[in-house]
């Protein structure tokens, strides 16, 4: 089943269901036969008999029928009723006088802990018209989950910060989607999320304190279909929130499962979203079996003083040629830091031109780039002159080692998960690689640092926002719901702490790309080519 049509990157593109009709919201234009004194029918009951035979089990809520009551006889019992699949039945959101139908369009969300991302569809043709991001400002109680979670036990009223932070960033989304479609966003009648199981507690203004305490029972994984006011927003439809199947495994990966479609194919897959925290899933139609543990934040540049988010001019690549080191950033503007990508790119030409060695140590001999910063050896990836203040920009040795136990991490899940299956590498046959840092990255400097599996290349497969894509798949195909019980049923959860020898797995992994060349074959014949290997 095609879920979507759209490039590897975003989710611009079409979600042909729509236009078959599967999509999570319907329109319906009514012309109801008027009251007359042998017909008294209550106008609400009238449109639910009218319903009846092509959207069984409909029903008209209070709220909506308080709210949209007087469009029955402003168009004389001429109405089109906006009504929402909730798995089981359908429910009215909206009674409008006239036929809308031809406006139709629904919202989905990728809820991040740093990044909120929504998109506007249009429901009749399952397009994108418009998308928009904005950090979230949960950030002000904590720039990290956990210290998110603390504030928070203060008090209810701690609480319902973070809840008004988070619909806060929901309205800004709102606005800015309306100003750039002309669509009238509030009205939308159903928004789908994906956000991992913290993120979706604050959501709810429900303590998230069990997902970080043994025995790590979250309050909810489902919570189901929820009127936006209920929640704060500026939104008259339903919220929908995709299930989490664990504390650490939450809606935004069963999403991007969704999305991926790996759960239909006989073939295995794996899934990998790497940020602050590292997500992964391997599997097929006939198992899955998943994972996630902190990864750091290293891929956001957090590790370094000069790291930074992927933004205007941030360096995003980076080549060395002869003793010298060449960068771009992003926007084309002079260098303020260096984000993921970028270091990826650095750490990769430092190794294949013996700037540095495996084990992530600077040779300072080797180029006037690397001189010493911050009392330690360090390579300069933009002089001042190259800078927008005036001053180098550098990565130290620090950074370096830092960086490695991120990509140890990373690569130590990938391990877990296929000696758990007793699967290899080569066994895989599509690696999907999640999240805006798997869309930014260099595939050939991810693999050769270890961060990737080293395969045939054309088994990589971007998939970006994985979270979004699979929101929006459930908006424009309402018969995905269906499959979640299954997903979330089927997945067994993997506990990477508690894997036997995890610690010295990780330690075989602090080095670039690993201790085991043989499983990196690709680079080690580069680096032998290079000379830089015996």
Not at 280 to 286: N, P, R, Y
């Amino acid at each position: 089943m095609a879920f979507y049509t759209a490039d590897g990157g975003g989710t611009a593109g079409s979600y042909p269901a729509c236009l078959k009709g599967y999509a999570l919201s319907r329109k319906v234009y009514k012309e109801l036969t008027p009251p007359s004194e042998g017909d008294t029918a209550a106008d609400a009951e009238r449109l639910v008999s009218a319903l009846s035979a092509d959207f069984p089990g409909a029903y008209l809520p209070y709220f909506v029928l308080k709210r949209d009551y007087p469009a029955f006889r402003k168009e004389n019992w001429r109405v089109t009723a906006t009504l929402v699949f909730t798995g089981k039945d359908w429910q009215i959101v909206s009674v409008e006088p006239g036929d809308t139908t031809a406006s139709h369009y629904g919202l989905a969300v990728d809820m991040g802990s740093t990044t909120v991302v929504m998109s506007l569809m249009d429901l009749n043709t399952g397009n994108i018209l418009a998308e928009e991001g904005c950090f979230n400002k949960q950030i002000a109680y904590g720039e990290d989950i956990l210290t998110r979670i603390f504030h928070t036990q203060s008090g209810e009223a701690a609480r319902a910060q973070l809840q008004k932070a988070t619909a806060d960033t929901f309205s800004e989304l709102l606005d800015r989607l309306e100003r750039a479609s002309g669509v009238r966003t509030s009205r939308c009648p159903v928004m789908v999320i994906g956000g991992n199981t913290t993120m979706i507690h604050f959501l709810l203004g429900i303590d998230a304190f069990g997902v970080f305490m043994s025995p790590f029972a979250p309050v909810v994984n489902g919570p189901g279909f929820i009127p936006g006011r209920e929640l704060s927003l500026p939104f008259d439809g339903l919220v929908y929130c995709i299930p989490s199947a664990a504390n650490y495994l939450g809606g935004d990966i069963i999403s991007g499962v969704l999305a991926s479609g790996m759960r239909e194919r006989e073939e295995i897959s794996l899934y990998i979203d790497i940020g602050t925290n590292g997500e992964m899933v391997i599997g097929s139609s006939d198992f899955l079996v998943a994972g996630a543990g902190a990864a750091g934040p290293a891929l956001e540049g957090g590790i370094s003083r000069y790291g930074m988010r992927a933004e205007d001019g941030a360096v995003d690549s980076v080549r060395i040629e002869g003793e010298d080191l060449k960068t771009t950033t992003i926007g084309g503007v002079p260098a303020k830091g260096i984000c993921g990508s970028g270091i990826v790119e650095l750490l990769a030409q430092l190794l294949l031109n013996g700037w540095m060695d495996m084990r992530g140590s600077l040779f300072p001999e080797r180029s006037p780039r690397i001189t010493e910063k911050d009392g330690q050896s360090a390579v300069v990836y933009a002089w001042g002159s190259e800078s927008a203040d005036g001053e180098d920009r550098y990565f130290t040795q620090a950074d370096i080692l830092s960086f490695l136990d991120t990509k140890a991490a990373a690569s130590t899940m990938v391990s877990c998960l296929l000696a758990e299956t007793g699967l290899s590498a080569e066994d895989v046959s599509r690696i999907y690689m999640a999240g805006s840092f798997g869309k930014y990255l260099d595939l050939e400097s991810a693999i050769t640092i270890g961060l990737y599996p080293d395969v045939p290349r054309d088994r990589f497969v971007c998939i970006g926002n994985g979270s979004l894509k699979g929101a929006c798949a459930l908006l424009a195909d309402r018969r995905l719901l269906e499959r979640l019980p299954g997903i979330i049923t089927d997945m067994h959860y993997l506990q990477f702490g508690s894997f036997p020898d995890f610690v010295t797995m990780m330690q075989a992994s602090k080095f670039f790309p690993h201790t085991n060349l043989e499983a990196y074959p690709t680079v080690r014949a580069e680096l032998k080519r290079r000379g830089l290997l015996l």
